[in-house]
């Protein structure tokens, strides 16, 4: 496991959770700052490493969709365990896992970070070859560094396999489908400035969900990675202040 793949459990002795799912060839420790924001709130918080993340690419290329909402589960249950309700707080690939898991499960808010249904055509999606081609195949993806932030952050995957991006299209096509199941109050955080999924996206979500609670937020300044973009602060505050309303 690499460094920053380490799942992690923050407990604070109180009766409300908040499950971190973390997005697409990320980790965990990408979580971690948010996570302490709400635990220094009251929150036990936990953040579980999907399914072929947080090793290399190669286990990565093994494992599917399911394989990755299997792992959010875990996490689920384990704080179901100690915890009287919980919030679901998923980024990028982690909100749509946690859009499908509110409709199977009790859940008592939803937040997303710039969760995908329209991917920018920067990325090239229109390229990738057919599934049959792809099953040993990654396409180089130079991630930008940061200085101020663990530094454990910066070591997610430079490499994505070409079968998981197949997956995960298949993913945001499944939870398109499921939205108007969601019905749990939800917060839909998007950076305008986001140039890996459209920012549009937050407006399909916002439009499609079952949910009588749901509002929009942008980021003005903000990319794709909102739990470590500069404008973190807000995204935090915005994310704590909606878990914490009545």
Not at 22 to 46: D, E, K, S, Y
Not at 211 to 217: F, I, L, P, Q
Not at 219 to 225: D, F, M, T
């Amino acid at each position: 496991m690499i460094d920053g793949g380490q799942p992690f459990f923050l407990k604070s002795g109180g009766s409300s959770g908040v499950l971190l799912i973390h997005g697409f060839t990320g980790l965990p420790a990408g979580m971690l700052l948010l996570g302490n924001v709400l635990n220094r709130a009251g929150f036990n918080v936990i953040c579980p490493r999907l399914a072929g993340h947080g090793t290399n690419e190669r286990d990565l290329m093994r494992t599917n969709k399911d394989d990755w909402y299997n792992s959010a589960l875990d996490g689920f249950f384990i704080l179901r365990s100690v915890c009287d309700e919980i919030f679901v707080v998923g980024h990028s690939m982690g909100g749509l896992l946690a859009l499908k898991l509110a409709t199977e499960y009790n859940v008592a808010k939803i937040v997303t970070l710039a969760a995908p249904i329209f991917i920018d055509d920067s990325r090239g999606l229109e390229n990738l070859p057919p599934r049959e081609f792809c099953s040993d195949a990654c396409v180089l993806t130079p991630k930008k560094k940061f200085n101020d932030i663990p530094p454990a952050v910066n070591n997610a995957y430079d490499k994505t396999p070409l079968v998981s991006v197949h997956e995960i299209v298949d993913l945001i096509d499944d939870v398109k489908k499921i939205l108007p199941n969601v019905t749990a109050p939800i917060l839909i955080v998007h950076g305008e400035e986001d140039h890996t999924v459209q920012p549009r996206s937050a407006r399909f979500i916002m439009d499609n969900v079952g949910s009588k609670v749901k509002r929009v937020v942008t980021v003005p300044n903000s990319g794709h990675l909102l739990p470590f973009a500069e404008e973190r602060e807000f995204v935090f505050d915005v994310t704590l202040n909606f878990l914490s309303s009545s």
